[in-house]
């Protein structure tokens, strides 16, 4: 198998776990890395043993040999930095969102159909063995017609997360809090296993413990989806003690949870839907998304998150956030 050769533009945390990840898996490699900060990018290259550094995106993509980028940055530069990534035929692995406005998401996706380029968005949680299975057992009927779903996504952040990487603070930069950050990762999985868009909801969001900034810590949405399902849906940042995330999902024929917290785990009542493995054994869910990326550049394999399905996921974010301002748009 020969090697992808991936740019990394962005060397903070997600890159750096990302970067152990590309290590252990065959097929793909870090050729240059790309960072405003030279020296966290210096530190980066030297750990993997890369020679080319830069700290323009602009310069590095016109000049780089990789034929895919690898992209971790504030989620406000996923727009430009992929833009110019596809102008100069490269293909892109994206940390989610996609974009943080949906007319720049499908002018990306797009402008990657016109050029034949892969784009992948990163939501890890379709990877992840007991996510995949519980969607799987939906999209197969092995729960029956679904009754309702529930979620909730109980994170916990200290100030640090904003001071660290203001960003994060500014409503402009990031698109909004909890939701597009944490919940849109569960918000994909209920989208995805159900094959619905949302039709109509009502949400709030707060900012219970943050509130000198300008981006939620809490999000709750009672959502009607376009089969008609209900779902309870709840996601925050703002819980002292971080605690389990779990998605529940209750069919005429039995019932299933996925849970997670350090590892993660499926139980299902009344039903014994199979394994539904997917792919070889991975040190981690980032590490199949990688592999089906690589796979998609070498033979045509689509990933399971592909840009399309990303902007669904966006546009959804986008309607809740709507109905927590009181706008009475329809559903999406």
């Known amino acids: 198998m020969r090697r992808v050769r991936i740019a990394v533009i962005g060397c903070g945390d997600i890159a750096g776990d990302m970067m152990t990840v590309f290590k252990l898996t065959c097929g793909v490699s870090a050729v240059d890395f790309c960072d405003a900060d030279e020296k966290r990018a210096q530190k980066q290259a030297a750990r993997f043993g890369v020679r080319k550094v830069y700290t323009d995106f602009n310069e590095m993509i016109e000049k780089t040999e990789a034929e895919a980028v690898y992209i971790a940055l504030p989620h406000f530069l996923h727009y430009p930095v992929m833009k110019k990534a596809l102008e100069h035929g490269k293909h892109i692995l994206c940390e989610k969102p996609i974009t943080i406005r949906t007319g720049d998401a499908l002018e990306i996706v797009a402008l990657a159909k016109e050029r034949g380029l892969k784009i992948a968005v990163n939501y890890q949680y379709r990877y992840d063995a007991n996510c995949h299975r519980l969607a799987k057992a939906v999209m197969n009927g092995d729960l029956g017609r679904i009754l309702f779903i529930r979620c909730l996504m109980p994170w916990s952040r200290d100030e640090s997360y904003f001071t660290k990487s203001p960003w994060h603070a500014s409503l402009e930069k990031s698109g909004g809090g909890t939701l597009i950050t944490q919940g849109s990762h569960l918000l994909d999985i209920i989208l995805w296993m159900t094959g619905c868009g949302i039709r109509s909801a009502k949400a709030i969001c707060r900012q219970l413990k943050f509130p000198q900034t300008e981006v939620e810590d809490f999000c709750s949405a009672e959502i009607i989806l376009e089969n008609g399902t209900p779902v309870q849906f709840t996601c925050t940042m703002a819980v002292p003690i971080e605690k389990e995330i779990r998605l529940e999902v209750f069919g005429e024929k039995g ?76 559903g999406i």
């Open 255 to 330: 019932y299933g949870a996925y849970t997670k917290l350090k590892g993660s785990r499926v139980k299902f009542h009344g039903v014994r839907p199979p394994g539904y493995g997917y792919g070889k054994p991975a040190v981690h869910a980032v590490q199949k998304s990688l592999r089906d990326f690589r796979d998609s550049i070498l033979s045509g394999k689509e990933h399971l998150c592909p840009g399309s399905e990303a902007v669904r996921v966006l546009k959804a974010v986008d309607f809740i956030y709507s109905r927590a301002k009181g706008e009475n748009n329809e």
